[in-house]
C-alpha cells in the first residue's frame, strides 16, 4: 500500500468514526449496557430491597421452567394469541386489500376508513373497547337476534382471550393492509389481464397469480404480525389487566409484574426478559431462513 | 354480465360490514360523550336528546390537557431530532465505505433490531435512573433516540444507495470538506427517506405507553397517553366523561392523519418492504 | 436544508444542555427571590378519591408556612391504581417523593428496612396517638409514619333491607345461608361483587383469613415465617368466598370497586364484602343509604364471626428528601391540634388521637360495640408481596382457572420466595 493509499484509508476511518458516533453513543447507552446488563443479571439474584447480590448461576432459569406456572401458561397464552394474531391478521387484512382494490372511485375512501383505528393509540383503543364489551354489547344483546352478545367480555377467561384479540385486529388489520395494497398495486395489471383471457376464474388467478407476485408482503407481514403479537401488552394491561386472576396473562405483562409490580427480584425478572428475547430471535431466524429459500425460489 | 355483478354487490356488501366494524366503536365513542351519565345509562346505542358539552369541558379542566399534549411534543421533538441526526449521519456514511469495519458497526446497529423493549425494560429503567433521566422529557426523548435510531439508520443505510455519488465525488474534488459535503448536499437528497422516517417514528413515540409509563412519574410529566390512562382509573364509572377524553386525546393524531394521510401510507409501505 | 439541520443540531443541544442543568439543580430548589425561601415538595399519595381533602389541608399549610417566609409549592400525585409499585419503582430509580403514604403494617417495616423512611420520633404528633395506633407505626423503637386511616371493619350490609324482612345479622356461617335464602326469596341479590378490582376479593385474606388465625390457627403467622406452615391451615376461609360468589350479582368481573359501590347504594345487592372506606362513594350516590359495618361469619363458630382492626394508610417522609424537616411538618400537620377534628372528619377516617373528639360515623355503631366487646382482632401481619399474590390467586379461583389446593400451594411459594428475600 502506498503512502496516499494509507492516509486515505486512515481519513476514511477517522470520518467514518466521526460520522457514526453519535448514533454508536446513543447505542451504547441505551441498548448495549441494557442488553449486557440484563444478561448479567438474569444469572444473579439482585432485588432492589437488598444491598448487594450474589452469582446464582443457572437458577433463575431453572426455577422459571420448572416452579414458575404463571410464566410458562403466560408463554402458552402467548404463543396460542401470536398464532391467532398471525393467521386472522394476515387474512383479513389481505382480504380487505383485495376488496378495497376491487374500488376504482371509492378506493381511497374505503382505505381511510380501514386504516383509521391504526391512529388510535393501542390504550386509547383498550379503553374504547371496555366500554363496547362492558356497556354497549349489554344493550345490543337485547335486541332480536343479537343474543350472542351477551357474554361476559372480559370475566371469562375463554372469551377474553377474543376479546382481546379482537381489539388487536381491529387497531392493527389496518396497516397491514396498507402493506398488501403497495404490493397488490404493483403486479402488473397485464399478467392477471392475460389470465383473465385464458379463462382462469378468479380464485385460480388468485392462487396462482396475485399471491406469489406478493410473496414478499405475505412474508413482511407475517414477521410483522409474529413479533407484535408477541410483543402484546398495552391492550391486555388496559383490557383485563391479565385477568381474571391471570388468565390473560401474556409474557410481557408477566415481566412487568415481576420487576414493577412486585419489584423484589430483580435478577429473576431479567431472566424471564432473556427468555422473552430468545424467542423474539427464534421467530426472526426462522423468518429470514424462509424469506432466503423463498426468494431462491422465485 | 349478471356474475359480474353479483361480485360486486358481495364486495360492497363486505366492505360495508368491515367499515362498520371499523367505524363503530369511534361511533360508539364519539355519540356518548356527549350524553349526559344518565342518558347514558337509559341508553347507549340511542341518540342523546340533549347534546351536552359537559363532559368535555370537566375533561379539559381535569386533564390538564394541552399541559400533556406539549409534553407530547417535546418528547417527539427530541426522540426524532436525535434520531434524524445520528441516523442520517451514520447511515450515509456507512453506506459509502466499504470494508470490514464498516459492515461491522452496519450489522451491529442491524441486529440491535432483534431486542424487544421488553426484554430490556428493567435493566433501561435502571440506566435512565443512574444517568438522572428518569422522569424528564428530554431524557425520555433520548432514550427514544436510542431506541430508534438503528431502524432509521438501516433505511438510510438502503435509500443512500439509490443517491449518485457523482454530486459527492465533484464536491470534494472543489474542496469540499465532509461536514460540508454532508449537509448541502447529501442531507437535502435524502429528504424524502428522512420524511417517511419522521411520521413512522410520530406514530410510534406519539402512541407508546409502556417506556413512558416506566419512566415518567410525575403528574407534571404525563404524555397524553399516561395521561388518559391515569384519567379512566380516576373516573372509571364515569363512562361519558372518559369517553370525552379519549376523543380529545386522539383528535391531534386524527388531524395529523388527515393532513398527511398519503404519507403516512407510502411510509408504512415504504419502511415495510425494506 | 442545512439551515434546517443545524437549527435541529442547535435544537437537540439545548435541550441536552437543559436536561442536565436541570438535573444539576435537584428537584425543586430554585434560586431564591429576596429572602424568601422557595421549597417544592414532592407528594405521592395513592387515593386520588380524597384528592380535595388533601389539597385543602396542603393550602392550609401552605398559608401557614407563607408566613414564616417560605414559598411552598406542593406537586401532589394521585396514581389511581398500583401506588405501592409506582412508590417502590420510583425508590429504586432514585427519585423519591418527599412524603408518601404506605401501609402502616403491610408495608411500613419493608420501607423502613430498605432504608426509605425517616424516623420521624421527634415529632410533636406521637404524644397524643392512642397506643394501639402508635405500635402501629413503630418498628424497631423508630416512628416511621403518622398514622391515617384505622379502620374497624368487616362487611357491609344494606340494613334497611335486613330490617324490612326482618332478618338478624348472621353469626355463623349457617345462619348466612338461611339470610341468603330468605334473601333471594325475595328477589334480592345477596352478594355484591366486584372482582373487575382483585384488591376486592383480596380483602377475604384479612377478613375471613384473619378470623381463622384468631381463632383456629393462631400459629399461622409464626409457622409461615418459619417456613413449616401452609395456607391450608386457612382452608376453612373458601366457604365464604365460595357462598358469596354463588349468591353474588351478575358481571362481577366487568364491575370495579367504584361501579360496585354505586350498584351497591342503588340497592343492587343485600350485603357487600367491602371496607368503610368505600362509605362516601356509597352515600354520594344515595345520601339516605343504611349502612352498616358488621363482622363476617367465617365458620360456624360464632367465636370467629369478629371485627378487624387495622392501621392502613400513614403517611411518611422519605429519608431521601432534601427538605425532611419541613415535609415532618407538613405530616405533623395533619395532627395539628387547631385542625385535626376538621381534617379526619373530612376524609371520614375514624379516631387514632386523643386530640380527636368527633362522634364516629353511625354505620360503625355495632362494629365499635363488638371491639369494645373484644369481638376483634388485629389485621395480621401478612407479607405484601402475598397479599397481592392472593388478590390474583383468589380472582383466578373465583373465575374457575384456579382450584384451592393451586390457591394454597402458589401463596405458600409465594411466602416462601418472600422469606428467601427479605
Redesign the interface.
Known amino acids: 500500500m502506498s503512502y496516499s493509499e494509507k492516509k486515505r484509508s486512515l481519513k476514511n476511518l477517522k470520518y467514518l468514526l466521526l460520522f457514526t458516533f453519535p448514533a454508536l453513543a446513543f447505542y451504547f447507552v441505551f441498548l448495549f449496557i441494557p442488553i449486557t446488563s440484563a444478561i448479567y443479571y438474569s444469572f444473579t439474584d439482585w432485588s432492589p430491597v437488598r444491598p448487594d447480590y450474589s452469582f446464582v448461576g443457572l437458577n433463575n432459569y431453572i426455577e422459571i421452567f420448572t416452579r414458575d406456572r404463571h410464566f410458562t401458561n403466560a408463554l402458552r397464552l402467548t404463543m396460542r394469541f401470536t398464532i391467532f394474531i398471525f393467521v386472522l391478521q394476515n387474512i383479513i387484512a389481505l382480504g380487505l386489500a383485495l376488496l378495497v382494490e376491487t374500488r376504482t372511485k371509492s378506493k381511497s375512501f374505503f382505505r381511510t376508513i380501514f386504516f383509521l383505528p391504526n391512529m388510535f393509540s393501542l390504550i386509547i383503543s383498550s379503553l374504547m373497547f371496555r366500554f363496547i364489551y362492558t356497556r354497549v354489547f349489554v344493550e345490543v344483546s337485547e335486541l332480536p337476534f343479537l343474543g350472542f352478545f351477551d357474554q361476559s367480555w372480559l370475566g371469562d377467561p375463554q372469551v377474553a382471550f377474543w376479546s382481546i384479540l379482537i381489539v388487536s385486529l381491529w387497531n392493527g388489520a389496518g396497516y397491514m393492509m396498507i402493506i398488501y395494497m403497495a404490493a397488490l398495486q404493483s403486479v402488473p395489471a397485464s399478467i392477471t389481464e392475460a389470465a383473465k383471457i385464458d379463462g382462469a376464474n378468479g380464485f385460480r388467478r388468485l392462487t396462482k397469480i396475485t399471491l406469489p407476485m406478493i410473496m414478499h408482503a405475505i412474508t413482511i407481514c407475517s414477521f410483522l404480525t409474529l413479533i407484535r403479537g408477541f410483543q402484546i401488552f398495552d391492550v391486555v394491561f388496559r383490557l383485563t389487566g391479565g385477568g381474571p386472576g391471570r388468565a390473560t396473562q401474556v409474557v410481557a405483562l408477566n415481566i412487568f409484574e415481576e420487576a414493577f409490580q412486585q419489584p423484589l427480584r430483580y435478577g429473576y425478572a431479567n431472566a424471564k426478559a432473556m427468555i422473552f428475547f430468545a424467542v423474539i430471535l427464534l421467530i426472526t431466524l426462522i423468518q429470514t431462513g424462509v424469506m432466503k429459500k423463498m426468494e431462491i425460489e422465485s | 354480465m349478471k356474475s359480474k355483478n353479483m361480485?360486486?354487490v358481495c364486495?360492497l356488501f363486505?366492505?360495508a360490514i368491515?367499515?362498520f366494524?371499523?367505524?363503530?366503536?369511534?361511533y360508539?365513542?364519539v355519540l356518548?360523550s356527549f350524553k349526559t351519565q344518565g342518558e347514558?345509562f337509559t341508553?347507549?346505542?340511542a341518540l342523546p336528546n340533549e347534546w351536552t358539552l359537559q363532559n368535555y369541558v370537566d375533561t379539559i379542566q381535569r386533564m390538564d390537557i394541552f399541559r400533556n399534549i406539549w409534553n407530547t411534543v417535546?418528547v417527539t421533538?427530541?426522540g426524532q431530532?436525535?434520531i434524524?441526526?445520528?441516523?442520517s449521519?451514520?447511515g450515509?456514511?456507512?453506506s459509502r465505505?466499504s470494508?470490514k469495519?464498516?459492515s461491522f458497526?452496519f450489522i451491529?446497529?442491524l441486529s440491535?433490531m432483534?431486542?424487544?423493549?421488553?426484554?430490556?425494560?428493567?435493566?433501561?429503567?435502571?440506566?435512565?435512573?443512574t444517568?438522572?433521566?428518569?422522569?424528564?422529557l428530554?431524557?425520555l426523548?433520548?432514550?427514544y433516540?436510542?431506541?430508534g435510531?438503528?431502524m432509521a439508520?438501516f433505511l438510510y443505510h438502503g435509500f443512500v444507495k439509490t443517491v449518485p455519488r457523482e454530486l459527492e465525488e465533484s464536491a470534494r474534488i472543489d474542496g469540499c470538506g465532509?461536514f460540508q459535503i454532508?449537509?448541502?448536499i447529501v442531507?437535502?437528497l435524502l429528504?424524502p427517506i428522512t420524511a417517511t422516517i419522521l411520521i413512522l417514528n410520530s406514530?410510534w413515540i406519539?402512541?407508546?405507553?409502556?417506556l413512558p409509563m416506566?419512566m415518567l412519574?410525575?403528574?407534571?410529566n404525563q404524555t397524553l397517553?399516561l395521561a388518559?390512562?391515569?384519567f379512566?382509573?380516576?373516573f372509571?364509572?364515569d363512562?361519558p366523561r372518559?369517553?370525552s377524553g379519549?376523543i380529545m386525546?386522539?383528535i391531534p393524531?386524527?388531524i395529523?392523519?388527515v393532513l398527511f394521510?398519503k404519507n403516512i401510507?407510502a411510509g408504512?409501505?415504504e419502511g415495510?418492504?425494506k | 436544508m442545512k439551515k434546517i439541520f443545524c437549527i435541529l443540531l442547535i435544537a437537540m443541544g439545548m435541550l441536552v444542555f437543559a436536561a442536565c442543568s436541570n438535573d444539576g439543580s435537584g428537584q425543586g430548589q430554585t434560586p431564591s427571590s429576596g429572602d424568601r425561601q422557595q421549597v417544592e415538595l414532592q407528594v405521592l399519595i395513592g387515593q386520588p378519591r380524597f384528592r380535595e381533602q388533601y389539597e385543602h389541608i396542603f393550602d392550609l399549610f401552605i398559608e401557614k408556612v407563607a408566613a414564616e417566609g417560605i414559598d411552598l409549592t406542593i406537586s401532589l400525585e394521585m396514581p389511581a391504581d398500583n401506588a405501592s409499585a409506582i412508590l417502590q419503582t420510583r425508590m429504586a430509580t432514585n427519585n423519591s417523593p418527599d412524603i408518601f403514604n404506605f401501609h402502616a403494617l403491610v408495608y411500613g417495616p419493608t420501607y423502613f428496612r430498605a432504608g426509605w423512611l425517616a424516623d420521624l420520633s421527634g415529632q410533636s404528633f406521637i404524644d397524643s396517638l392512642f397506643p394501639t395506633a402508635r405500635d402501629a407505626v413503630t418498628v424497631e423503637g423508630n416512628i416511621i409514619g403518622l398514622p391515617l386511616e384505622s379502620v374497624e371493619w368487616g362487611y357491609l350490609l344494606n340494613y334497611d333491607i335486613f330490617q324490612e324482612l326482618n332478618l338478624a345479622i348472621p353469626n355463623t356461617i349457617s345462619e348466612m345461608r338461611n339470610v341468603i335464602a330468605v334473601l333471594e326469596a325475595n328477589d334480592i341479590v345477596p352478594f355484591q361483587l366486584a372482582y373487575g378490582d382483585a384488591w376486592v376479593g383480596g380483602l377475604n385474606l384479612p377478613l375471613a383469613g384473619g378470623a381463622l388465625i384468631n381463632t383456629i390457627a393462631p400459629n399461622f403467622i409464626e409457622d409461615m415465617n418459619a417456613g413449616v406452615g401452609s395456607f391450608a391451615q386457612l382452608e376453612a376461609m373458601f366457604d365464604i368466598i365460595d357462598l358469596a360468589d354463588a349468591h353474588g350479582s351478575p358481571r362481577p368481573f366487568e364491575t370495579g370497586a367504584d361501579q360496585a359501590a354505586a350498584d351497591f347504594a342503588n340497592g343492587g345487592a343485600a350485603m357487600h364484602i367491602q371496607g368503610p372506606w368505600m362509605a362516601d362513594a356509597i352515600l354520594s350516590v344515595n345520601p339516605d343509604f343504611n349502612l352498616l359495618v358488621a363482622p363476617l361469619p367465617v365458620t360456624d363458630d360464632i367465636a370467629a364471626t369478629m371485627i378487624n382492626v387495622s392501621y392502613s394508610t400513614a403517611l411518611g417522609v422519605s429519608s431521601f428528601s432534601e427538605h425532611q424537616e419541613l415535609a415532618a411538618r407538613l405530616v405533623n400537620f395533619f395532627l395539628d391540634p387547631a385542625h385535626t377534628n376538621d381534617f379526619f372528619q373530612s376524609f371520614g377516617f375514624d379516631a387514632v388521637s386523643y386530640l380527636h373528639n368527633f362522634d364516629s360515623h353511625p354505620w360503625q355503631t355495632l362494629a365499635s360495640e363488638l371491639v369494645e366487646q373484644g369481638r376483634a382482632y388485629l389485621d395480621p401481619d401478612i407479607p405484601g408481596p402475598v397479599k397481592v399474590e392472593f388478590d390474583v390467586a383468589i380472582s383466578s379461583y373465583v373465575a374457575g382457572t384456579m382450584t384451592r389446593a393451586e390457591v394454597i400451594q402458589v401463596l405458600d411459594e409465594t411466602w416462601a420466595t418472600y422469606l428467601q428475600y427479605r
Open positions: 361480485i360486486n364486495c363486505f366492505l368491515f367499515g366494524i371499523a367505524f363503530f366503536p369511534i360508539m365513542a356518548n347514558m341508553s347507549v346505542l417535546i421533538l427530541v431530532t436525535g434524524v441526526i445520528c441516523a449521519l451514520a450515509w456514511r456507512l465505505t470494508g469495519l464498516s458497526i451491529l446497529f440491535s432483534l431486542i424487544p423493549f421488553n426484554a430490556i425494560m428493567v435493566t433501561l429503567a435502571q440506566v435512565a435512573s444517568l438522572n433521566l428518569a422522569d424528564s428530554i431524557g426523548g433520548l432514550i433516540t436510542g431506541l435510531t438503528s439508520l465532509e454532508f449537509f448541502k442531507f437535502p429528504k406514530l406519539w402512541n407508546d405507553f409502556l416506566i412519574s410525575n403528574v407534571n397517553i388518559i390512562n391515569r379512566f382509573g380516576e372509571t364509572t363512562w372518559v369517553l379519549l386525546t386522539s393524531v386524527v395529523f392523519y394521510q401510507v408504512i409501505a415495510a418492504i
